[in-house]
């Protein structure tokens, strides 16, 4: 059976995940890169034509033009990919929703004394509650932060006007667009709510209409899902500063305690890296030299970001730290948790355990976690860790060896710190120069996941080497952060690939700085912190005087496989810029919204690029998405007056 496998170096280009791919294969444990070889993808759901919202269904609209034309209901194809797209968007923005809440409350009980966090970034505060209309003077910081956090909780709850924080960040030009559309959100519950009540049968049938609602969804996605998050975080936790880390498995040490903790949401992961801290003596009393947190997925982005936390691994390959055998645990919130990891620790003396109520595993530990119990349950986490060191089976420790450099921590904060020393007081015009000049051709973040299917870390890196060798500007969010971290792009190491026009322009930020360079791509955090980005590209639309969509910029997630990847792409797209995906979205059934999201036929009247001037470019070749991205950058600056 296992001679049907591929070669594991077909499957990861980082040699840890292969190595430890093997080792798994050889102990009979599947992982998600062999599942992903036998599940064979349904054609129907490929192109986006089955439909479930009702029990006359499933039916489902054959792509080849055989069979019946319509759902027992008479729902045709258009309507039925779009209401399909619509959910996705949908799921990716309830998750975002929910993690800004979360934050939220958390604010709210902290500073009433309820939860063991304290502001860490009053200025920020200020700055918030300034934007969101709350009279600061006079206020102490408990007290504003009381509000802010009321503030955004009514953007779960108001029922008129639009979200607060769609206001707070000006953006102008495109929030006059999207209202002249009606496409303004009003609270992220309402919303969602919404728009699972137009796509349930009977609904909304108009695919076009049920597209513009995949609009609206995305704006709650970004201002009530990442903008609130990143804000709120900041606040609460810090705002990330530039840090110098490792990546890679070998982040793993045999003689420590090792807890990974994976999921979301940065409060549960900050209270694990201070437990570890204080209970270091409890790991000594078991033969351990001390205990060692490494990052997975996004929960490894924040600590990473704020605390300099190493991170073991991305997306993919999350069950594979669990492989090295010396995991006594890994503590995980929510999204992109993949069942699996129980299976695989099942072989092994690491504890899988998950903390809300709402995520849970069949057969994993559970020790709740809220912001009120954040001391206790991370105390518990840590002792449980501990415990298990002395469970190792020492026949089954294989840590790969190698590790990477990397530097992260570019918040929009830190990026202006860096340019100030260039001009101290016009720290955007060295860039807008660079780029005006041509030294910068345009800029993109490379954004997302690593997905089974796809050889992991290849095409993210791929796409981002043929960009910063034609001079743009990297910058990158998500587990695609970890791609670049792990082959040195997140380090001056990474500059031998630029073109020579960006290197010297990164070259002489970093000496500005007292550093040999700045890294050829800037690490700007975990999914949601692709607010910092939309914040980035705010600041220069407003320097220069023209919309984010007159920007010569774009997004790209060449390995993607989450409905929040297609909820923020969304999103980037309502604020004008081109997204690009390397995994099919799911909507090739439908000729029609292939036509509104892609812009691919000249004639077509209603295109997300006519309406908000960006679009959806689908391509799964990352050195021929990078052309097509180059190209697009072109026009752009052509528009701008630029060559
Ligand atoms: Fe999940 Fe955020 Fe994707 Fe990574 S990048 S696989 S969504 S952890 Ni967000
Ligand atoms: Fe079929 Fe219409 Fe029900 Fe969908 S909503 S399953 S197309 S009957």
């Not at 923005?93 to 800004?100: D, M, V």
């Not at 997925?297 to 669990?322: D, F, H, W």
């Not at 980035?536 to 790209?556: E, R």
Request: glycine content about 10%.
């Amino acid at each position: 059976m296992m001679k049907d496998l591929p070669d594991v170096k077909d499957l990861s280009l980082d040699t840890g995940v292969q190595e430890l791919l093997v080792k798994a294969r050889n102990e009979g444990i599947a992982t998600a890169f062999d599942r992903a070889v036998k599940m064979s993808q349904c054609g129907f759901g490929s192109a986006g034509v089955c439909c479930k919202q009702c029990l006359e269904g499933p039916c489902r609209i054959a792509p080849n033009g055989k069979g019946p034309r319509a759902g027992v209901c008479g729902a045709n194809v258009d309507t039925i990919v779009a209401r399909n797209f619509l959910n996705t968007v949908t799921q990716g923005t309830a998750s975002h929703a929910e993690h800004a809440r979360e934050v939220a409350h958390a604010i709210l009980e902290a500073v009433e004394g309820k939860a063991p966090y304290t502001i860490q970034d009053t200025g920020k505060l200020k700055a918030l509650a300034q934007g969101l209309g709350i009279t600061v003077e006079g206020k102490g910081i408990n007290q504003l932060a009381k509000e802010v956090a009321h503030k955004a909780l009514e953007d779960f709850q108001k029922q008129q006007g639009p979200l607060h924080w769609l206001k707070l960040k000006g953006q102008t030009k495109e929030v006059e667009n999207w209202e002249k559309l009606g496409l303004l959100p009003v609270n992220a519950h309402l919303e969602v709510a919404k728009s699972m009540a137009r796509q349930v049968m009977g609904g909304d049938a108009d695919p076009a209409n049920l597209l513009l609602g995949a609009i609206t969804m995305s704006l709650v996605d970004g201002f009530a899902g990442l903008h609130m998050s990143t804000d709120l975080q900041d606040v609460l936790l810090g705002t990330p500063k530039a840090v110098k880390a490792q990546y890679r498995l070998g982040v793993i040490k045999e003689e420590m305690v090792n807890i990974s903790v994976h999921g979301h949401i940065p409060l549960l992961a900050e209270k694990v890296v201070e437990w570890a801290g204080k209970l270091k003596e409890e790991a000594r009393k078991v033969g351990a030299e001390g205990i060692n947190v490494v990052g997975v997925c996004c929960s490894g982005n924040e600590i990473l970001m704020r605390k300099g936390v190493n991170v073991a691994t991305n997306y993919a390959s999350q069950e594979l730290p669990i492989v090295t055998g010396a995991l006594e645990a890994m503590v995980v919130d929510i999204q992109c948790i993949m069942p699996g990891l129980q299976t695989v620790a099942s072989c092994y003396h690491t504890e899988i355990i998950t903390t809300l109520p709402y995520a849970k595993i069949s057969g994993a530990s559970h020790v709740e976690f809220s912001a009120e119990r954040a001391d206790e349950a991370a105390r518990e986490i840590v002792m449980r860790a501990v415990a298990n060191f002395k469970k190792r089976d020492p026949r089954k420790i294989a840590i790969p060896n190698e590790v990477t450099e990397a530097y992260a921590g570019f918040s929009v904060e830190q990026i202006v710190e860096a340019l100030k020393a260039v001009n101290p007081d016009d720290p955007l015009k060295p860039l807008v120069d660079a780029i005006a000049g041509g030294q910068i051709l345009g800029a993109v973040a490379i954004v997302g996941c690593t997905n089974p299917r796809k050889k992991q870390d290849y095409d993210n890196l791929t796409l981002a080497m043929e960009l910063i060798k034609n001079n743009v500007l990297v910058v990158a969010t998500g587990c695609s952060a970890h791609s670049l971290g792990k082959f040195g792009l997140l380090s001056p190491e990474g500059l031998k690939y630029c073109g020579e026009e960006l290197r010297s322009v990164l070259t002489a930020i970093g000496q500005a700085n007292g550093l040999p360079a700045l890294p050829p791509a800037l690490h700007m955090g975990s999914c949601v912190d692709n607010s910092r980005v939309a914040d980035l590209l705010t600041a220069l639309a407003d320097y220069l005087g023209v919309g984010i969509k007159d920007l010569p910029a774009a997004g790209s997630c060449p390995e993607t496989h989450h409905p929040k990847a297609i909820a923020i792409g969304t999103y980037f797209i309502a604020n004008g810029v081109d997204v690009h995906v390397g995994v099919n979205p799911q909507v090739s059934g439908s000729e029609l919204v292939v036509n509104v999201l892609t812009a691919n036929k000249e004639d077509f009247p209603v295109t997300t690029d006519g309406l908000f001037g960006g679009k959806l470019i689908y391509e799964e070749d990352p050195v021929k998405a990078a052309a097509l991205i180059i190209e697009r950058i072109k026009q752009k600056r052509k528009a701008l007056g630029l060559n």
